[in-house]
């Protein structure tokens, strides 16, 4: 775990400007070490760790889809959902000039740009979530129903062990 002064981003400014409570953990960033990291260097379970991917269907146009750590999205099942043929990772660079934010630092909060999000319905089983906070080794704990009321996300069942 990592003692860090509180961090001012797109998200945290995003979430303090609509009244959400949540706490800051920073923590020691792994590269491509994912939710696992964190979950490891707080002794948290890596379902409670929500991932934030930036992804695009077949006419470029990106989304959001938030995951448990422990899982993965079953792109051809979230196409179904969503009535497209195909969906797929954005580039690094792709996501960034989207979202704003980098690989890694993702959150779904203060994005550059309006995109639709869908969320793993599972996520609201939980009393509480770790999720970008806005910057690579910054996550926030919160309420996942305060996504629900900040995002109006589209609830989904496309995750996979």
């Not at 800051?24 to 490891?40: D, I, L, N, R």
């Amino acid at each position: 775990m990592v003692k860090d002064k509180t961090h001012v981003t797109p998200a945290v400014r995003f979430l303090r400007g609509r009244q959400v409570q949540f706490s800051e953990h920073p923590y020691q960033y792994v590269e491509h070490g994912g939710t696992s990291a964190f979950a490891k260097q707080y002794h948290v379970d890596e379902h409670m760790v929500v991932k934030t991917l930036i992804m695009e269907d077949e006419y470029k146009k990106p989304l959001v889809v938030l995951m448990h750590g422990d899982r993965e999205v079953s792109t051809k099942e979230l196409a179904r959902v969503m009535g497209v043929k195909k969906i797929g990772p954005c580039m690094p660079e792709i996501a960034h000039k989207h979202s704003g934010y980098v690989v890694g630092g993702t959150s779904p909060f203060g994005t550059r740009k309006a995109m639709p999000v869908y969320m793993e319905e599972t996520i609201l089983d939980l009393s509480k979530i770790y999720i970008n906070g806005g910057r690579r080794g910054y996550l926030i704990a919160m309420d996942p129903r305060d996504i629900v009321k900040t995002l109006s996300p589209t609830l989904v069942n496309v995750g996979i062990e």
